[in-house]
């Protein structure tokens, strides 16, 4: 009975304490990662996944025609509880566009998200460390004045990277980290 009072507390700090982390370079992390792009609404834009010796690499062009400009990669929809968790890490690299982290918590697409913008890095390593209250939520593409919050965060159900600029040309992401702490 009293390995079971210790067991319990152990396995709730855990849970509660757990980082979550995407590792595209060493441990491939993301590989059922998919491209999203503004086609779905119409648009041209063209994006593509790879996976090199140390990242996950994101590129592609982005396309106003037709009431386009973003392209995105997703993890699948699952359960992401981020409740306790302060900041964002990450390790990344880009040319050509800022891009942005995307948490949604719902399937439907006009269903407010939140994103936190990175800027771009023209191509030199960065890495990052940022308080997950810097997340902006968004409407259908449009900015609000919500604050990111605990209910919120407890239920995520996908992550991802994003083109943020809503400009024409071509680009690419690569990432080596993604660390929710």
Request: aromatic content about 14%; glycine content about 8%.
């Amino acid at each position: 009975m009293k390995t079971c009072f210790f067991l319990i507390p152990l396995f709730l700090v855990l849970v509660l304490f757990q980082k979550v982390e995407f590792d595209f370079g060493t441990t491939k992390d993301g590989t059922n990662w998919q491209i999203l792009n503004d086609g779905v609404m119409g648009g041209l834009s063209k994006g593509e996944i790879l996976f090199t010796e140390n990242s996950l690499k994101f590129s592609g062009a982005v396309s106003l025609e037709n009431y386009g400009g973003f392209t995105s990669v997703k993890s699948p929809f699952q359960e992401f509880n981020l409740a306790n968790k302060s900041r964002v890490k990450i390790r990344y690299k880009t040319s050509g566009q800022s891009i942005a982290i995307s948490l949604e918590n719902s399937r439907a697409f006009y269903k407010p998200y939140f994103k936190l913008e990175l800027e771009d890095t023209e191509d030199s390593w960065k890495t990052k460390e940022i308080a997950i209250e810097q997340f902006k939520q968004y409407n259908l593409g449009q900015v609000t004045q919500e604050q990111i919050s605990g209910e919120f965060l407890k239920t995520v159900k996908r992550i991802g990277f994003i083109t943020n600029q809503k400009k024409e040309g071509t680009f690419t992401v690569e990432v080596d980290y993604l660390v929710f702490e």
